[in-house]
């Protein structure tokens, strides 16, 4: 072989094998703990898991089983006792914040600027993934509490309109439940009794009220006549519960709207996750509106993903690669399509989402505009977990109980006092 032959096939190997390097993937493994269990919430996360694998890395699922991750918080923090955490998991608001300061969480700074995360999300958004001004963790999504699912065909039957404020509900109901059906579907949880209370405290004292009791946690305001209010109209909605089906599960309670077998279920729009498994279409199945009472306002839930400091480059390679997909459009668009949430990125457009997720998106957009953009308390978006498990059992417990509005009012603030003062 000529000398000119063998230098060219030297230079075409170094860039092969330059070309190879760069690609080459340190195949790791990122161990995600979740909660996400249901229909529509397995369809998602799978999403994940496929594009993990993809890009040639194992996903190790450690799923906790329970709704809106309250169990999984406790089993997290039984894993970094254990001096084991997993590498990624669903956390959000506040609770994000507890592990960071702890210095737990990996700082993410080099990726966020190369991908520009900044420009990318809603600022309020930005700041819930950041620590001290690193980011800490990636957002999948926007949820939102204050939805209100309908079953299309009852509501037809008894020839009556979406109800937009409590008094009009009521009189619904009152129509539903006449001509037989059942009304409200409503598994038996303090955090789904929580996620109801927390739109009727919004409809009954509005957002300034909303923000003192469950950000600020002002005692006057929690122990006002107006959260005596809150409870009375809580007690109006209790005739029209439904009878269990057996299963407490929150999505047992949507299958229930679903089926027919009763009209409406309050519950965020991870709902919608199991209507579309079921492919029940918007407006023509179901009616999608705002909690009554709350029309203009934006009751936010973002669910992320907190990174953990990991040692072993293969595996800080995988859990880069799961931070970088969670943010791609890829994954933003399909999973949210999934989970009946919208993306968290506000740069992509909402083509082939559905009439639900246009108005979550406009409703959000609007929000944010003119401070009617709540955080849910009841997801540990407004406030710490010591006071979220606290707030919830107790504002169930007294519902539940048929205990009365103002020994409600001044149980929960008591509740909620402990919680602020707990210790870390
Ligand atoms: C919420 C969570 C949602 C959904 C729901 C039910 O707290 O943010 O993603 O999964 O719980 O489990």
């Known amino acids: 072989m000529n000398c000119q032959l063998a230098h060219q096939v030297r230079i075409i190997l170094k860039i092969a094998f330059i070309f190879a390097a760069s690609s080459f993937v340190r195949a790791g493994e990122v161990e995600v703990l979740h909660y996400w269990t249901s229909g529509g919430e397995a369809a998602a996360i799978n999403i994940l898991k496929q594009m993990v694998q993809d890009s040639g890395h194992t996903w190790k699922d450690f799923v906790v089983t329970g709704g809106s991750g309250v169990q999984a918080r406790s089993e997290l923090n039984h894993r970094v006792l254990l001096r084991n955490p997993p590498a990624a998991t669903v956390l959000k608001g506040e609770s994000i914040k507890r592990w960071a300061r702890f210095n737990y969480l990996a700082n993410l700074d080099e990726i966020s600027k190369r991908e520009d995360w900044d420009a990318k999300l809603p600022k309020v958004i930005a700041d819930d993934m950041k620590f001290e001004g690193h980011y800490v963790a990636t957002p999948v999504n926007v949820h939102r509490s204050n939805w209100m699912w309908v079953n299309k065909p009852i509501l037809d039957a008894v020839g009556a309109k979406v109800p937009t404020n409590w008094a009009e509900f009521e009189a619904v109901a009152k129509k539903i439940q006449k001509a037989g059906y059942p009304v409200i579907a409503a598994g038996n949880e303090p955090w789904q009794d929580a996620t109801l209370f927390e739109s009727v405290a919004l409809a009954v004292g509005g957002s300034e009220f909303y923000l003192d009791a469950f950000v600020k946690h002002d005692t006057s305001v929690l122990r006002s006549k107006t959260m005596d209010k809150v409870f009375e109209q809580m007690d109006r909605l209790k005739p029209f519960l439904a009878p269990s089906t057996g299963s407490e599960a929150w999505d047992a309670a949507t299958k229930q709207v679903i089926n027919g077998e009763a009209a409406f279920q309050f519950m965020g729009d991870w709902a919608k996750g199991e209507f579309i498994l079921a492919n029940k279409q918007p407006g023509r199945d179901y009616i999608c509106a705002t909690t009554p009472g709350t029309e203009g306002s934006f009751i936010y839930v973002v669910d992320s993903f907190a990174m ?41 457009s909402l083509n082939g989402f559905d009439q639900c997720a246009q108005k979550s998106k406009k409703d959000f957009m609007d929000a944010s505009q003119n401070g009617m953009l709540l955080p849910s308390i009841a997801h540990g978006m407004a406030t710490t977990e010591q006071v979220l498990d606290q707030f919830s059992p107790s504002v169930a417990k007294s519902w539940r109980n048929g205990v009365e509005p103002d020994q409600a009012a001044a149980q929960l603030s008591k509740a909620i006092r402990y919680g602020v003062y707990y210790l870390q």
Do not use: C, H, T
Request: aromatic letters at 8%; a neutral charge.
């Open 308 to 348: 953990f400091k990991l040692e072993g480059e293969s595996k800080i390679e995988a859990q880069l690669a799961l931070a970088s997909d969670v943010m791609s459009e890829r994954f933003q668009i399909a999973f949210n399509k999934a989970k009946g949430s919208i993306p968290a990125r506000i740069d992509l």
